[in-house]
């Protein structure tokens, strides 16, 4: 059984910057995978990042390209995602998830390529 917690959501003006943190215990996590992904409500969760075990190799949507970094500490079991210049149609859920069998990079957009989910944390970005 795998649990993750995320925190660090909260209200920021437009402009400003937020750190999300995602702790995961249960199990180890140093060999998989893991993705932040956001939801408004009425609209599909969509991914956002994700990054490899290692840390080495990093994926974005091309809306947050610049603005945000994932990263990871896997002695804390541990990842983060650094968000600056927010914008407030960054205002969503974030979830982060993690992979518990390796699957293709390419695939890591998918939220069907990830096993456990987090419970989300609110971020809201007033203009």
């Known amino acids: 059984q795998v649990q993750l917690v995320e925190s660090g959501g909260g209200l920021v003006q437009a402009g400003g910057s937020l750190r999300l943190s995602c702790a995961a215990s249960?199990?180890?996590?140093?060999?998989?995978?893991m993705g932040w992904f956001r939801q408004v409500p009425g609209k599909e969760r969509e991914f956002v990042t994700a990054?490899?075990?290692?840390?080495?190799?990093?994926f974005y949507a091309d809306s947050v390209k610049g603005r945000f970094t994932i990263s990871r500490d896997n002695a804390k079991n541990t990842v983060y995602l650094q968000m600056i210049s927010l914008k407030p149609e960054d205002t969503a859920v974030y979830y982060c998830?993690?992979?518990?069998?390796?699957?293709?990079?390419?695939?890591?957009?998918?939220?069907?390529?990830?096993?456990?989910w987090g419970q989300g944390t609110q971020v809201t970005v007033s203009s």
């Open positions: 249960g199990r180890t996590f140093n060999n998989y995978a």
């Open positions: 998830a993690l992979q518990v069998q390796a699957r293709r990079s390419g695939s890591w957009f998918r939220e069907s390529t990830y096993d456990y």
């Open positions: 990054i490899s075990w290692s840390g080495s190799t990093t």
